[in-house]
């Protein structure tokens, strides 16, 4: 089960997801329309890439905006498990490679999306 926790809020209503994931973990930050902030963190189990990548759309959920950073392989499969599943490739607004970002990267970037 990932594991979540309260973030300062975030201006801006549109729901937007930044996701930072590789083939060891996935930082999920979502925003509420209250600008609340919920950071997650998902786990592969068992070395199962598709159920880690189910687990984490799931984390992401039904957003307007998403932004996933990550390692090439991990962010590429994400972003198809994502269109797989919402049938919506037009919500990946920001798919980039990217080194490991910490918590007020992706806080910052997040507050960026849900703001433009």
């Known amino acids: 089960m990932p594991t ?3 973030s300062p809020p975030v201006t801006g209503t549109r729901p937007s997801a930044v996701v930072w994931i590789d083939d060891r973990h996935a930082y999920v930050a979502t925003n509420a329309t209250s600008g609340d902030v919920m950071f997650s963190e998902v786990r592969p189990r068992d070395g199962d ?3 880690y990548l189910t687990r984490v759309v799931d984390t992401i ?3 307007e905006r998403i ?3 990550g390692p090439d392989t991990s962010r590429l499969a994400l972003e ?3 269109v797989l599943i919402f049938r919506r490739p037009d919500r990946l607004i920001d ?3 990217s080194s490991l ?3 007020i990267e992706i806080a910052e970037r997040l ?3 849900a703001a433009s």
């Open 101 to 103: 970002a910490d918590r």
């Open 67 to 69: 932004a996933i950073l």
């Open 4 to 6: 979540a926790e309260a």
């Open 61 to 63: 959920g039904d957003r």
């Open 111 to 113: 507050r960026l999306l």
């Open 95 to 97: 798919v980039e490679p």
């Open 80 to 82: 198809r498990e994502y």
């Open 49 to 51: 890439e598709r159920t």
